[in-house]
């Protein structure tokens, strides 16, 4: 399989515990983008990623998160002291170096779904 | 504003029937407006995309239109199949930031 892999799919955590979560996108896309959903609303936009660079982050990405691509391939998503406010669907997506068109395409991975207890 | 706003929120049709649905937006800057499926458990699923210098674009059962003027487009879907159910999610996107702003998602139920 060569799309979008996350891992891992489930994680249950407690209050105030920190978690982090993988993304390997396919394989030479030089995009990379987390969003988070929440049961019933669509993807909500959290960052971006430019080959290792960090280019755009939303105000939704409080200090509790941070996010890393050190190589510029996989990247990992830290909430640090994590609330029941985080509960939700974490999803990442990659996008093409040399896209057809215009090069906006995202695709997505299968999710990390994470329950704070 | 930034939001999509998507219509309907859920929506059932007999196999064989046809299924539109309809996003708005107001942010003139957009220029790319993709569609997504996403089923019980899985991440979003590109169907189709248009761009902004196209009014329409077909694939096989599925096509989108794109009224730039009127700020709007949409999905169709013509002879359903009950595996077409699913929730259905549009996005627009502006050239520089790459990021999308998804609509709320519409649940399609195709009836057997």
């Known amino acids: 399989d060569t799309g979008v892999s996350q891992d891992p799919r489930h994680k249950i955590t407690k209050r105030g515990q920190n978690v982090t979560f993988r993304c390997d996108p396919i394989?030479?896309?030089?995009?990379l983008y987390w969003y988070r959903q929440t049961l019933g609303q669509g993807p909500e936009f959290l960052t971006y990623f430019q080959n290792e660079a960090q280019l755009e982050k939303s105000r939704l990405l409080s200090d509790r998160f941070s996010a890393e691509r050190p190589k510029g391939s996989f990247s990992t998503l830290e909430i640090q002291r994590t609330e029941q406010g985080d509960s939700a669907m974490y999803l990442c997506a990659s996008g093409p170096r040399n896209p057809k068109g215009s090069g906006y395409e995202q695709y997505f991975g299968p999710g990390t779904r994470l329950t704070v207890t | 504003g930034e939001n999509v706003e998507q219509h309907p929120s859920t929506l059932s049709v007999q196999e064989g029937d046809s299924a539109v649905i309809k996003c708005t937006y107001s942010?003139?800057?957009?220029?790319?407006f993709p569609w997504y499926k996403q089923e019980l458990g899985k991440g979003p699923q590109l169907i189709i995309d248009i761009r902004s210098n196209v009014g329409e674009k077909k694939d096989q059962r599925i096509a989108v239109t794109l009224n730039k003027t009127a700020k709007h487009f949409s999905l169709h879907i013509t002879e359903t199949q009950p595996e077409d159910s699913a929730v259905y999610f549009c996005a627009r996107g502006t050239s520089g930031t790459y990021k999308y702003i998804f609509g709320t998602g519409t649940r399609l139920k195709v009836l057997a």
């Open positions: 394989s030479e896309h030089n995009r």
């Open positions: 942010d003139s800057a957009s220029n790319y």
